[in-house]
């Protein structure tokens, strides 16, 4: 296999993954593929199966069918090689409140096999927590305490980083310290996150792409971002011209709208079309995308229910 392939290769398999208890279906042959080096996120309306399937993931509930690997390791038949990948924060993270930040990481990492006084050192400079490292956790405002959770999933330097409602509390300031320490990660780590969350716009600012799930079945995995190679697929721009009949007949398709023209157009195509416009003479005062938000698209496809 190729560097090309292994680098390919989902981090994370959920295959047919099940969930009952007695008759009632929680999560209900879930397939989906987690691909490396992305922040991957999660989404679905109440009781739609979220934290069900994180549970199952890291192994802190059984699973009912099917199974999940990660890093090619069954989470039920090889749980210890699988969860040696993976990193994670279910729920809120439990600290000693009393200890300070660095002596909880020094404790957690008793536990965890390999890891050294340069690897904490490491992950308190990569989450920012180098100033209040040594003040005890009591005193940490609960966004400093997401990131010495983040920390402390670091650790062992895992492939998967699973959070599940990591932003639950914080507030903006938090929100988007958060969001640029996990887009770090994948920078400067290459790992994988997989994030549930109820802030759509958020969501869509973090991650690359989303899978969306309604009464525990996979209903659509979209792509916010381009990744790699992948090119975005085409959606609608707004030229706005001087002369929108003339800009029609230089680029050759579109509609008119707001003083201007809608044109479906490849992101590699706007830049082309923008020279077309400008050489003709045509001035362009702006260029526009009207592809749907996140949101929009949320609520279409789950039929406008509410999310968790």
Do not use: W
């Amino acid at each position: 296999m190729s560097n090309t392939e292994i680098m390919s290769e989902p981090v994370a398999r959920l295959q047919g993954v099940t969930k009952k208890i007695g008759s009632k279906t929680l999560v209900s042959n879930l397939t989906l593929d987690i691909p490396p080096g992305q922040i991957f996120g999660f989404l679905g309306p109440n009781g739609a199966g979220k934290t069900t399937t994180i549970r199952m993931m890291v192994g802190l509930i059984s699973i009912s069918s099917g199974d999940v690997l990660i890093s090619g390791h069954s989470i039920k038949n090889n749980y210890k090689e699988a969860i040696a990948s993976v990193g994670a924060i279910v729920e809120n993270p439990e600290m000693y409140k009393f200890l300070s930040g660095y002596q909880n990481l020094k404790q957690f990492a008793r536990m965890v096999p390999g890891v050294s006084k340069q690897r904490i050192d490491e992950v308190i400079e990569l989450v920012g927590l180098g100033q209040r490292i040594h003040d005890k956790v009591k005193t940490y405002s609960l966004g400093m305490r997401q990131r010495l959770g983040v920390a402390q999933a670091l650790l062992n330097r895992p492939k998967l980083l699973v959070l599940d409602e990591p932003t639950n509390g914080l507030d903006p300031q938090g929100i988007r310290e958060l969001r640029d320490y996990l887009r770090l990660l994948c920078r400067e780590e290459g790992t994988t996150v997989f994030v549930s969350s109820h802030l759509l716009s958020e969501m869509e600012l973090m991650c690359d792409s989303v899978a969306i799930i309604q009464n525990g079945h996979l209903l659509e995995v979209k792509q916010l971002k381009e990744v790699g190679n992948v090119t975005m697929p085409i959606g609608e721009t707004l030229f706005e011209v001087d002369d929108a009949e003339a800009a029609l007949a230089l680029i050759g398709q579109g509609t008119f709208k707001s003083g201007g023209l809608v044109v479906e157009a490849a992101r590699e195509d706007i830049a082309e079309f923008n020279a077309r416009l400008v050489a003709g003479g045509i001035k362009v005062y702006s260029i526009k995308s009207l592809a749907r938000t996140l949101e929009d698209q949320f609520l279409e496809v789950t039929g406008g229910e509410g999310i968790e």
